[in-house]
């Protein structure tokens, strides 16, 4: 079983909430730092803006915060782009018969709106949001969640992610991870690099060569 995070695995999506973030803060006079960015990353709106709340001495509410968020972000999901060699190796894996899901902490709207508009969803048996289970993707329980709905065990599972503290989460719970770049966590690629099974620059690197291809045919045959 293959397990996709989508922004900035499957999607190059990151940028649209580092604006988010960065107009938001800049409207209360803050300025977008490391610290702030590791306590939003890849979590859920509610524990973001809980965050987000409690680090900038905020008094607006968490329902406000996510509701400007929301308002900043606006269709930008209906706008962005599959990154490189994605489109190919979801191909790729469905030719070899892979059952492949999404596992993301993105707001549901805007996962069906990317993948839908980038026609990806059809690659997938069904999509995991940590906004619906109220978990984050550094916990064990969300993988677990995902293995358990596509009803196999979890060391049958290979999560592709970009964030480190997401592929921490899934090794916790016995699965294999392939670590994908994306600018947006360079500073973290060291330590995925030293951290995962696989560690890829695109999805390119994992494409066959015809060669292997007609291998593959002949195995098949």
Not at 71 to 89: E, F, I
Request: aromatic share 10%.
């Amino acid at each position: 079983m293959l397990l996709f995070d989508m922004d900035g695995t499957l999607i190059d999506s990151n940028g649209v909430w580092k604006d988010v973030d960065r107009t938001f803060l800049a409207r209360r006079g803050l300025p977008y730092t490391h610290a702030y960015y590791e306590g939003v990353a890849h979590t859920i709106l509610p524990l973001a803006a809980k965050f987000t709340r409690e680090y900038c001495h905020l008094s607006e509410s968490c329902e406000d915060i996510i509701a400007e968020w929301m308002d900043l972000a606006k269709d930008a999901y209906a706008h962005v782009a599959v990154k490189p060699g994605v489109r190919a190796y979801l191909k790729q894996c469905r030719a070899e018969g892979r059952s492949m899901a999404v596992v993301t902490s993105s707001v549901p709207e805007h996962c069906r709106t990317a993948l839908e508009r980038l026609d990806l969803m059809k690659y997938f048996d069904r999509v995991t949001f940590a906004h619906d289970l109220g978990l984050e993707k550094k916990e064990p329980a969300i993988w677990l969640a995902a293995a358990k709905a596509a009803g196999v065990e979890p060391e049958a599972c290979t999560v592709f992610d970009d964030s480190l503290s997401a592929c921490r989460g899934a090794r916790a719970a016995k699965m294999r991870v392939v670590g994908v770049y994306d600018p947006f966590f360079a500073r973290d690629e060291g330590a995925m690099r030293g951290f995962c099974d696989v560690y890829i620059k695109s999805f390119q690197e994992l494409l066959w060569m015809p060669e292997q291809r007609e291998e593959q045919r002949r195995r098949r045959s």
